[in-house]
């Protein structure tokens, strides 16, 4: 092999190590956050929360994750702001029952995140921006939204498996 390519190929090696794992999580998932840049009214709940057996197809918001399974342990959440002109977050809930709908207050149009628990967000990203949050998870389910007003209940949320 010549000295070129083993160079190239340690290079290459380094450069996916870095977008696979963090030195401090076991595992990195990607998160986009996307809406359709149509506007809606948020002000009325467009009922596509969890557990709600709502046609998501009308969702103008949504939250995309890669990997969709990871295994437990330090798990590194990437999350990008890909909206051209909302401000969204991310915040990681563990959910017993995906039957169940979550804890919402109305007037607010958003989960009532006192009653539920949540390990971590990226709160209020800026169009474009990025953050990173690191969580021990454990084997289960986990849903991951956006809690500003209107924005869960426009299809913003997705569920994340950890065996």
């Given at each position: 092999?010549?000295?070129?390519?083993?160079?190239?190929?340690?290079?290459?090696?380094l450069?996916?190590?870095?977008?696979?794992?963090?030195?401090?999580?076991?595992a990195?998932?990607?998160?986009?956050?996307?809406?359709?840049?149509?506007v809606?009214d948020?002000s009325?709940?467009?009922?596509?929360?969890?557990?709600?057996n709502?046609d998501?197809?009308?969702?103008?918001?949504?939250?995309?994750?890669n990997?969709v399974?990871v295994l437990?342990?330090k798990v590194?959440f990437?999350?990008?702001?890909?909206?051209?002109?909302v401000?969204?977050?991310?915040?990681?809930?563990p959910?017993s029952?995906?039957?169940?709908t979550?804890?919402?207050?109305?007037?607010?149009?958003?989960?009532?995140?006192?009653?539920?628990?949540?390990?971590?967000?990226?709160?209020e990203?800026?169009?474009?921006?990025?953050?990173?949050?690191?969580?021990?998870v454990?084997p289960g389910?986990?849903?991951?939204y956006?809690?500003?007003?209107?924005h869960?209940?426009?299809g913003?949320?997705?569920?994340?498996e950890?065996?």
């Open positions: 092999m010549s000295k070129i390519y083993v160079a190239a190929f340690y290079s290459t090696a450069l996916i190590g870095l977008f696979t794992a963090d030195a401090n999580a076991d990195l998932v990607n998160v986009k956050l996307t809406d359709t840049g149509v809606t948020l009325k709940s467009m009922g596509l929360g969890m557990a709600m709502a998501m197809s009308k969702a103008t918001m949504s939250i995309k994750i990997p399974s437990h342990g590194k990437y999350v990008t702001n890909a909206s051209s002109s401000i969204h977050e991310m915040i990681l809930s959910v029952d995906t039957k169940k979550l804890p919402y207050i109305d007037k607010d149009n958003k989960v009532d995140e006192e009653s539920f628990i949540h390990l971590g967000e990226v709160s990203l800026d169009p474009g921006k990025s953050g990173s949050l690191i969580v021990d454990k389910k986990y849903i991951l956006c809690n500003l007003p209107g869960y209940m426009a913003m949320w997705t569920m994340l950890v065996r």
